[in-house]
């Protein structure tokens, strides 16, 4: 099979638009596994639910265009629901899959997931970390690994990408890939294999805790990943600042319709206060007080956590050392709490069935 012959096919399903928007199906990574067999090519098409009203529509608009253009004889299509798909084998080992969000840039997200994830770890348990930020990786410079190169190694016949692994964390990012100092100009499509290969392809072996580091917003990235691994919950992160309070709640909403279905496990508030470092017992409320808090409690939500806002969180990120090596320090101590109170959502059953009834 010739990849110029598998990319003619996509350009040809580029065409095609998801009735009512104007994204088209390759843009939202509806088609997935593309296969050319003499005259028969076959792929499958991944819709958000069962119920979807276009599911026939799409199918024959799809197999019309690639008949009309003679680059085949027979179109085979496979439907595929969100809620049908497996985990990839790479994933077939890892306990709980978190995703790490947030509705806006600016609110620590990443150094969040990356003390998360140190956390995890420095309890002693068995930790992934995928920077899925993929036009603004951070995460090998918090691990101070930047000039660290993944390499390939043969599992079973198959080549897979070795993480680099530091502070007992596995960590893959697209800033292994690319030079740090050029910018990543790639269209969606791009961006979102990128993120595929890192999940399917990477050497991840058994973990209790898979978290993704996901960008701001929503974009198709988001979609990607619920599209590709069955996740546990997501998180959402903010500050107590109203404005950044508006923009988690889109995140929430995302989450939580329908179309896509994953439980938000909880929120975590950071910034919550600054304490300066010679004045360790005075808490500054700069962003607001207890924002992120008021809204747990509004959408019944579990808040698994403030983390302040002090001198060391800025200089430990800089210079790769995270503050949670340090479970005795002011923010060791509260991401240690996080990571503690994250364990015991995702251990209670009815905790989580409760996001998913609400979100119905």
């Known amino acids: ?132 930020d993929i036009f603004g990786p951070s995460q090998p410079k918090m691990f101070q690994c930047e000039k660290e190169r993944p390499v390939m190694v043969n599992i079973g016949g198959r080549d897979m990408i070795e993480p680099i692994e530091k502070y007992g964390v596995k ?80 995140g929430i909403g995302m989450f939580e319709s329908p179309s896509v279905g994953v439980p938000v496990v909880g929120l975590i508030e950071n910034m919550s206060w600054f304490t300066p470092a010679e004045l360790p017992d005075n808490k500054y409320y700069i962003f607001g007080k207890e924002g992120c808090k008021k809204l747990a409690e509004e959408r019944s939500m579990n808040l698994l956590g403030q983390i302040p806002m002090i001198q060391s969180i800025c200089e430990s990120g800089d210079k790769g050392v995270p503050v949670a090596l340090d479970p005795n320090s002011i923010t060791g101590k509260a991401f240690g709490e996080v990571a503690s109170k994250l364990q015991d959502v995702l251990n209670d059953s009815d905790i989580v069935a409760k996001r998913v009834k609400i979100k119905e």
């Not at 978190?98 to 068995?126: D, R």
């Not at 701001?216 to 599209?227: K, N």
């Open 1 to 132: 099979m010739l990849q110029q012959d598998v990319k003619g096919i996509r350009d040809l399903l580029a065409d095609v638009k998801y009735p009512g928007t104007s994204k088209t199906l390759v843009s939202l990574d509806m088609i997935q596994g593309i296969k050319i067999d003499g005259d028969v090519v076959s792929f499958r098409v991944v819709f958000q639910k069962s119920t979807d009203p276009f599911v026939n529509g799409v199918k024959k608009k799809c197999e019309k265009i690639l008949l009309e253009s003679n680059i085949c004889k027979e179109v085979k299509i496979e439907t595929v629901f969100v809620h049908d798909l497996e985990r990839p084998t790479s994933l077939e080992k890892v306990n709980k899959i978190i995703a790490i969000s947030s509705g806006k840039g600016g609110v620590g997200k990443s150094t969040v997931a990356t003390n998360l994830a140190v956390a995890l770890a420095v309890q002693g348990y068995k930790v992934g970390l995928i920077d899925a």
């Open 171 to 250: 960590l893959l990012s697209i800033g292994f890939f690319v030079d740090p100092e050029t910018a990543t100009v790639w269209r969606g499509p791009m961006a979102s294999n990128a993120l595929k290969q890192m999940i399917e392809e990477g050497h991840w072996g058994e973990l209790d805790y898979m978290l993704i580091d996901l960008p701001p917003g929503t974009s198709d990235i988001h979609l990607t990943l619920v599209q590709t691994v069955a996740l546990s919950g997501a998180i959402v992160v903010s500050t107590p600042q109203q404005v950044a309070l508006a923009d988690a709640i889109k």
